[in-house]
């Protein structure tokens, strides 16, 4: 179904030898959009060198970004292709699935829900999902920060995925994904993991308890709110809101040309809670300076959501030439990510990555859309099996180099 699971950034640049197409090199959209508070030069410079040698190294269909930072300056970035063979180029209305980021809109509802006193962190599962292991004693705190122990539906080689890929249109229920996460089985709680599966349980939890279908409660508590008119929930349509990007796989192995592939669609209550939302670059800036911000919750839950207590990930690193070569220790919050003074969530799902960060100490904000996975593929060094193929999370290396540039550290 998908490739979600935090790894290693790439440190090193791949040498892929450029495509003529305009996917690869950009000429399909419309590169920086400088303002009146444009980076001061040599920070621009590092920025857009960083942008553009990520999409002509890494041969990425169509980008999305948005980099600020309060007093400093801004940068607006649209390049290459919506879609390819309609040469459709991407602007800033362009729609992509966000996938994962969708967790800290899921995490906000909760935490509103926790600041009414109509939940609490230490509140057991018990009464939504009996048929759990352990959910007598597994909290919706232990859900928010991926330590539940519940086995991720979602993830590679989860019945979910494997059904979802079998039959990509076919719909599905909360209680149905649970199930399948008791079948492939679980971990006690506090057994750290990233999974879906909490977040799939975190919005039917919420719709529960305020007795309102999920899609409405998100757009009454914080899509309306925050005048987000351009993202939705979606239910059951695998059809995006016009103008939308073309979700793509993209294998690297050189010296090939890539391989550019329309990626599989699935129908979006697999993701859920998890990881269904759609959304544009305007929307997400709004939406990482309220969640950096805490906007929508008390000041209190906002400091407990900072607090990384959560599940431990993989280190994070940027894209050489313009990063260096540092990996910096990334952690979980209630419903988000933190990594280098950054916090926020990536997002990976069909075809489409996405990151969104803010750093609370100096408001800056970053946010990425690519409408693509980026793939490697290499040959094994056994001549009976078959070459391996490595999902590259380009726009966190390319998050992880603006972290760098903003904070002075390259």
Avoid: C
């Avoid at 925050?226 to 690297?252: G, I, R």
């Amino acid at each position: 179904m998908r490739a979600r699971r935090f790894v290693a950034l790439v440190v090193g640049v791949l040498l892929v030898a450029p495509s003529s197409s305009a996917a690869a090199d950009g000429r399909g959209g419309h590169g920086p959009q400088r303002g009146a508070h444009a980076f001061p030069a040599p920070i621009a410079a590092k920025l857009e060198t960083a942008i553009t040698d990520a999409q002509r190294t890494y041969a990425v269909p169509g980008m999305s970004v948005a980099v600020h930072q309060p007093g400093v300056g801004d940068l607006h970035w649209t390049s290459g292709n919506a879609d390819i063979a309609r040469h459709t180029p991407i602007t800033p209305a362009t729609h992509f699935r966000i996938g994962s980021v969708t967790k800290t809109f899921t995490a906000t509802v909760i935490l509103q829900l926790i600041d009414e006193r109509r939940l609490s962190l230490s509140q057991t599962i018990q009464g939504w999902f009996p048929q759990l292991p352990y959910a007598s004693q597994i909290t919706i705190g232990q859900l928010l920060e991926m330590r539940s122990g519940i086995f991720d539906e979602g993830g590679p080689g989860s019945t979910l995925s494997t059904e979802a890929e079998h039959d990509p249109t076919r719909s599905w229920t909360p209680n149905e994904i649970v199930d399948f996460a008791v079948r492939d089985g679980s971990q006690p709680p506090g057994s750290p993991g990233y999974s879906d599966t909490n977040y799939v349980i975190l919005g039917s939890i919420a719709a529960s308890v305020t007795r309102t279908p999920y899609p409405d409660l998100l757009a009454s508590r914080v899509l309306r709110p925050l005048h987000l008119a351009h993202t939705s929930f979606p239910t059951t349509s695998l059809a995006m809101p016009a103008p939308a990007a073309t979700p793509y796989t993209v294998v690297l192995a050189p010296p090939k040309p890539p391989d550019i592939q329309v990626a599989t669609t699935v129908d979006p209550t697999v993701l859920a809670g998890a990881g269904a939302m759609i959304s544009t670059m305007p929307d997400l800036e709004r939406w990482a300076r309220a969640l950096g911000t805490g906007e929508l919750l008390s000041p209190e839950t906002q400091r407990l959501r900072l607090q990384l207590v959560g599940a431990p990930l993989l280190p994070f690193g940027g894209l050489l030439p313009v990063a260096n070569s540092n990996e910096y220790p990334a952690a979980y919050g209630l419903g988000i990510i933190g990594v280098d003074n950054f916090f926020g969530h990536d997002g990976i799902v069909n075809g489409f990555t996405t990151e969104l960060w803010f750093d609370p100490a100096t408001g800056a904000s970053v946010v990425i859309l690519f409408n693509s996975q980026i793939f490697v593929r290499e040959p094994s060094p056994d001549p009976k099996q078959h070459p391996t193929t490595t999902f590259f999370p380009i726009s966190t290396g390319l998050f992880m180099t603006f972290a760098e540039v903003l904070q002075g550290q390259t």
